[in-house]
Every structure is written in C-alpha cells, then in structure tokens.
Nanobody
C-alpha cells in the first residue's frame, strides 16, 4: 500500500500562485499514473489533474486547464501541482492519489490533504 502526504497549501490572494507537493511512501510510484483531486466545503471531491507514469501525457479538469501544471519526480517518489492565476473558487483541500479508469477512481487510501484558501 502507498501512503500519501500532501503539503504546500496556504492562504493566497486571487491571482497568486502556490506549489503543492505529494510525497509517496510504502512503494515506488514510478510506474503508476498519479493525480490531484480537491474537495471544496460542502462539495464532493473532484478530479483536478492526472499525469502518466512516464511524465506525459497530462490531463486537466476544464476548470484548471491553462492555470495548473502537474509534474512528478519518480526518483524522489514525488508529485507536484503548480497552481497559477488562483481564483477564490479554487479554495479546497487538495489531495493526491492515483486515478484509475475513465472515472478517475482513487487507487489508494486518502492522505490528510493540504488546505488551499484563495481570498478575493
């Protein structure tokens, strides 16, 4: 089983940037597609971005396309999410996981997530 620990969240003004990190442990994620999800208050958790185990291609939710960039460092067992031009509607707890299939179902247990708050 893989344990996931997210970090890098915080409070930022609209238009600002943040870089989230996800550290995986327990086994290598080198050959596993990884991704980011988020859950806003009162809403269901939703898919944000996905990266192939090789580093490409990447897929994004329409709401973040052109503003967010997912990347990974397989040597470090890490996954990242660069978030630019942040909007108040990006406020959520962000989680990493391995999305499977067309529904992006999470493969592993959820970590604690990292809170991102965007002020207007």
């Amino acid at each position: 089983q893989v344990q996931l620990v997210e970090s890098g969240g915080g409070l930022v003004q609209a238009g600002g940037s943040l870089r989230l990190s996800c550290a995986a442990s327990g086994r290598t994620i080198q050959f596993i597609d990884m991704g980011w999800f988020r859950q806003a208050p009162g809403k269901e958790r939703e898919f944000v971005a996905r990266i192939h185990w090789s580093g490409a291609p990447n897929f994004y939710a329409d709401s973040v396309k052109g503003r967010f960039a997912i990347s990974r460092d397989n040597a470090k067992n890490m996954v990242y999410l660069e978030m630019n031009s942040l909007k108040p509607e990006d406020t959520a707890v962000y989680y990493c996981n391995s999305p499977e299939g067309p529904s992006n179902a999470p493969r592993f247990s959820w970590g604690q997530g990292t809170q991102v708050t965007v002020s207007s």
